[in-house]
Nanobody, 120 residues
């Protein structure tokens, strides 16, 4: 089992930045890919970004490329999502996820989510 706890969400003005963190505990000795999804009110959950266990492979959704950057620090069992140039449409609950597979279509483990609100 892997437990994931997100932090760093909050209220920010359009154009601002936030950095989300996700701390993993439990079976962190296993090599998990980690990533982020988000869900806005009334919308389906959508993929944001994912990163391989080593950090050598990253992938970001097209709409976030150039604005969002995923990274990880395995010494701290933590993955980050740096979000810049935020837009009101980025408002959502952001979820951290982990999975043994880099395919990452249906991650096994999920955090509880952290709210990000971008005001115009």
């Amino acid at each position: 089992q892997v437990q994931l706890v997100e932090s760093g969400g909050g209220l920010v003005q359009a154009g601002g930045s936030l950095r989300l963190s996700c701390a993993a505990s439990g079976r962190t000795s296993s090599r998990y890919a980690m990533g982020w999804f988000r869900q806005a009110p009334g919308k389906e959950r959508e993929f944001v970004a994912r990163i391989s266990w080593s950090g050598s492979s990253t992938y970001h959704a097209d709409s976030m490329k150039g604005r969002f950057t995923i990274s990880r620090d395995n010494s701290k069992n933590t993955v980050y999502l740096q979000m810049n140039s935020l837009k009101p449409e980025d408002t959502a609950v952001y979820y951290c996820a982990a999975d043994p597979s880099l395919v990452f279509t249906r991650p096994v483990y999920w955090g509880q989510g952290t709210q990000v609100t971008v005001s115009s």
